[in-house]
């Protein structure tokens, strides 16, 4: 295939040749026959393929490197189908699940049968080990695991909470194996007990409960532990300026989700407990500190903890709701909507979802336009924004905390070379055959829209590892 007259992230227009899984060139003027360095070859009438993607933005996929799959275990909250689809539809092309599923991916065999259920994914994936008591570092960590983590540090409220000496001794181990861990944050110790006794009506008091200081104290906690063992550590979900500020001044790397870029305790009394989720969501003038620390690039990845629950499971008070909300979808939309005001520039959120996922996670295929790398990419229309509906996305949640919001959504998403969801109510869309339906039709809403087949593949995978000597 070959995108014509494309919009990068830099501003530069160029053609982009796809061939194969990868992207063959990235030029002023690629001629339609693939004409490159290699030649016309048996998949000419692929490449031949022209897309005029003029006035249009080109993306390499997001790399969500924070989501919750939820199987096994949780079938009816997600599935890796409903998952990945979630994700072709808003531009992911890869995605890192976490290990709190029934059971927890904490040992070999439980890492196995994950992997098993994982190969069912539209988009490329990686799959992190936890760590609990009963944990079995020694055959965890022989598997092709992403990371290990998220690791929950002195979270009472998991089941998957540690001490800090199994903290040590599982950075300790992963260090030692050439493997990043992420850590969820959060010292339970902290918390403020007088908040717990506010009435479960006032949805507030979840953001009362789990404190500013919990968050801050454990990532210097385990700041502290990562740079005496030397460890890569990754704070997931920071939350909080101070937070933040720690963890780049210890030399560590951090995400931050949408929901706490964009949603704050002001949107509480709209959200209910769909606004319940740990990190909890800060004051307003806690989240413009947060977004100014992603405009000027402190801060490395936006990840979503996608982390979907039924209405019906939501439909309770505050200290009953389970935590956790969708994001995968509408993470490059919304990210996408506030570039198109001029908040973001186009490079930042092509670095926040992609180039620095790729670089710290070592996916050195992924995570940019360039010659050589996997053709993950997305297709954007930059000045079509349109407004998020839950109903209308694809994770089994079927509502989302960005009601409403301005969201700027693919027109295609491609992985390795394969478009795997495509939107046909657009007129710019005039490529043919390139999808014959495959798997994970979404319900409802857009019919205009096809999914390909289930292509994903674990990043870490020997086979990949392989392939990329070359
Ligand atoms: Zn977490």
Known sequence: MLVRNATLADGRRRDVQVRGERIDAVGRRLSAEGGTENGRDDD?????RVIDATGKLLLPGAIDVHVHAREPGFPYKETWETLSASAAAGGVTTVVD????DP??????????KAELATRSLVDYGINGGVTPEWEPGELLERPLFALGEIFLADSTGEMGIDADLFEAAVREATERGVATTVHAEDAALFSETARERDGDDVDGWSAFRTIEAEVEAIAQACTVGAELGAQLHI?????PEG?????DAGMTCEVTPHHLFLSRADLDELGTCGRMNPPLRSEDCRKAVYERVADGTVDVIATDHAPHTRTEKD????????GVPGVETLLPLLLAEAREGKLSYERVRDLTAANP?????????????????ADLALFDPETAREIRGEERHSKAGWTPFEGSEGVFPEWTMVRGQVIYERTDDESWDVDGSSD???????????????????GENVRSSSRTMANDD
């Open 98 to 101: 976490q290990p709190n599923t």
């Open 437 to 455: 339906g495959g798997s994970g039709d979404g319900d409802g809403g857009d019919s205009d829209e096809r999914f390909g087949e289930a292509i």
């Open 236 to 240: 997931a979900h920071a939350s909080t």
């Open 316 to 323: 309770t008070d505050v200290w009953n709701a389970p935590s």
């Open 358 to 374: 790729a670089a710290i996670f070592d996916l050195p295929r992924k995570g940019r336009v360039e010659a050589g790398k996997d």
């Open 244 to 248: 933040i500020d720690r963890a780049k």
């Open 104 to 113: 927890p991916t904490i040992d070999g065999e439980r890492f196995d049968a």
């Open 44 to 48: 000419e009438a692929e490449a031949e």
